[in-house]
């Protein structure tokens, strides 16, 4: 029984002194090294048999497994990093160019010489030094005494200050305490001939990073300085870049954070959020728990073992809460820049450096992300595709990837431009492109049966708009406004919605009642005040609207906003709710070829709203020409692409009375 106990001992020990050579060559950080080794010398002294026993062998796999200092080099190739963002997605020129802005920077910091300023008063020892550095690849610049010391690092910024401690004027004590008031990144080393234990006691408590005496060796210098500009470097770039994509499904949001890994020549990582409730997703679970694991932060760090990935959190603003915690929550020191440096994971239970990692977001709606994780982020905003943008995509893209893809590539059809566009207008209606590949794919799969079926005369055939309908059959869509007639209470008016810009039709109607107003239509709370204010507005400008005073004395008005399932809010509804009660009161049509977006105050004014591009696109679709925005929403009207502008008469309204006129026959 003793041989047997001694036995496991033995074993035990073998497999502390195992795991104590691996710490050691784990290449960690000091703070993580010291938890490790403390890590296993308690294992050493917990029976193997206990449960405690399997769980820290399990914590300390975890911790020598991690890439701690392990990163891939940035490849800062900008022509390069353009190509390939321009082979794998068409247009987003906005999100390229931050990109590139991103590398340049990055270009920038990384050709910069580290900055040295020595000051002695003694010439051949500030020249020697300065000698001595240049020739390490710094740039040395050098001052004869404590007053030009601080000149000089108000006129320019340096990483390290080599000081003498005594100087006439301004001492070297002083020009310590000055650069750690008025310039706490500097570092600053203090070399004296004149060393005592007070003064380096003095000099380390106001912050020298080094105290050298003279005379000295140059290696120590040479460390000194190397240390000095390492540190200052890692402090430069604990703020990591964090970016937020935000826009309509199918416009290439979550591809471009895979081109944007491949252009870094970086790791790319994805995690959903979508319907992500348990804030123990992010932060992981502490190993008091049974089966206790890391957050999917750290687990997919270790996964791709880098520690400087593209890390994609996707479908952000889908993200749920209950009382298991909130995951937004937890994300804020995720993707804080002043605090990700030392993301502490419950499971690891030490600080891991997240500043390294670029963090890409997505989302639909910017409306459910929480403020404060909203303000964390730069919100790159993605646009729907024009009917151009489209028809380019399809036939660079996605026509030549369905061919490959259905076995087409030897004998491969021809669509017609006539082709490609009644695919995208009769068969789809979306902002971005997916049902457009669905549609695309469809025809191809037609193609290839009647290939296989009849090879002598359906292959490498030209696709025409009377194929389309004839593989996809009767049309989805059509164009609701183009022909229509001009109609007495009725509105057309623009909307954002998560899957893009929409129309929307709001209709008024009067009947015999006692004073009521009728709202229908699954309208939210924001929308039904905008029909309140839209009324109001009316009844207190009657007189100067033609409109008989006493006309809500013995009616009701019920005003309704079709498609009654799908759920509507917003306050850029306001205009169109206010024209359809005024052709509605004045008994004259509204123009069914002008579209409107804006609320409305009760004095009239008209105040921007947002998602011009979209609500210009959707109009684009529908065939309207003529298209009323808020005055102020001119700079968003300014920065839209000529081509998505062409065709269109654009009227920009400071007030209601400027509108009524032009909308109504």
Request: include cysteine.
């Amino acid at each position: 029984m003793k041989l047997f106990k001694k036995s496991d001992d033995e074993e035990r020990e073998s497999l502390v002194d195992e795991l104590l050579q691996k710490v050691a060559a784990a290449n960690m950080p000091a703070h993580v090294l010291k938890i490790a080794e403390e890590e296993v010398g308690l294992l050493g002294k917990i029976n193997p048999s206990a449960a405690e026993y399997t769980i820290g062998i399990t914590y300390i796999d975890y911790l020598l497994t991690l890439p701690w200092n392990k990163r891939t080099a940035d490849n800062l190739d900008l022509t390069r990093a353009e190509t390939i963002l321009n082979e794998d997605h068409y247009g987003l020129t906005k999100t390229k160019e931050r990109l590139l802005e991103h590398l340049a920077v990055k270009v920038l910091r990384s050709s910069r010489r580290p900055r040295v300023l020595v000051a002695d008063d003694e010439e051949v020892a500030r020249k020697n030094l300065a000698y001595i550095l240049e020739k390490e690849g710094y740039a040395v610049s050098t001052a004869a005494n404590g007053s030009q010391v601080l000149d000089a690092l108000n006129a320019a910024e340096y990483d390290v200050v080599i000081t003498d401690l005594r100087m006439g004027g301004v001492d070297g004590m002083e020009v310590l305490s000055r650069v750690r008031t008025d310039h706490p990144g500097t570092k600053v080393i203090m070399v004296t001939g004149y060393a005592t234990v007070p003064s380096a006691i003095e000099a380390m408590k106001k912050g020298a990073l080094s105290y050298i005496a003279k005379p000295f060796k140059l290696d120590e210098v040479r460390v000194a300085v190397k240390e000095a500009v390492e540190s200052r470097s890692q402090i430069g770039n604990t703020k990591g870049s964090v970016l937020c994509f935000a826009g309509p499904p199918g416009t290439g949001k979550t591809s471009l954070g895979r081109s944007i890994a491949r252009a870094l020549g970086r790791k790319f990582m994805r995690i959903s959020l979508g319907g992500m409730k348990d804030e123990a997703e992010i932060r992981g679970h502490r190993r008091t728990y049974v089966g206790a694991k890391p957050g999917r932060i750290i687990e997919e760090i270790r996964r791709v073992e880098s520690s400087n990935p593209v890390m994609m959190l996707d479908e952000l603003d889908k993200i749920g809460t209950d009382f298991k915690g909130d995951p937004a929550s937890a994300l804020l020191e995720v993707l804080d820049p002043e605090q990700n440096a030392s993301f502490v994971d419950h499971y690891l239970d030490v600080p891991f450096d997240l500043s390294s990692v670029i963090f890409i977001l997505t989302a639909n709606v910017l409306d459910n992300i929480p403020a404060p994780l909203r303000d964390r982020m730069e919100v790159i905003p993605f646009s729907g595709y024009t009917l151009e943008d489209k028809r380019d995509i399809a036939t660079r893209y996605i026509i030549r990837r369905q061919i490959r893809d259905k076995g087409l590539a030897d004998y491969p059809p021809t669509f017609t431009p006539e082709a490609v566009d009644t695919m995208v207008q009769d068969y789809t209606r979306e902002a971005g492109i997916r049902n457009l590949e669905r549609i695309i794919a469809t025809v191809c799969r037609k193609i290839a049966k009647e290939c296989v079926m009849h090879p002598e005369t359906a292959c490498a055939l030209t696709v025409t708009p009377e194929m389309v309908q004839r593989y996809l059959g009767r049309k989805k869509f059509l164009v609701e406004t183009a022909d229509d007639r001009d109609r007495i209470g009725v509105a057309t008016g623009l909307v954002r919605t998560e899957a893009g810009g929409d129309l929307i039709f709001v209709e008024a109607a009067q009947m015999k009642g006692k004073k009521e107003l009728i709202i229908t239509g699954s309208l939210g709370d924001i929308m039904r005040e905008s029909a309140q204010a839209a009324l109001t507005y009316i009844r207190s400008n009657a007189s100067s609207l033609g409109i008989a005073e006493d006309f809500f004395e013995h009616h009701d008005i019920h005003i309704h906003v079709p498609s009654g399932a799908i759920q509507k809010d917003g306050p850029s509804a306001g205009v169109t709710i206010l024209a359809a009660l005024a052709s509605l009161l004045t008994n004259r049509p509204v123009r069914r070829d002008v579209a409107m977006t804006g609320e409305i105050t009760l004095t009239g004014r008209i105040l921007p709203v947002g998602g011009i591009q979209e609500k210009v696109l959707a109009a684009r679709r529908a065939k309207i020409r003529t298209i009323i925005v808020p005055a102020r929403n001119g700079p968003d009207i300014a920065e839209l692409p000529p081509h998505i502008l062409a065709d269109l008469d654009i009227i920009l309204a400071d007030s209601v009375a400027d509108i009524v006129q032009k909308v109504l026959v």
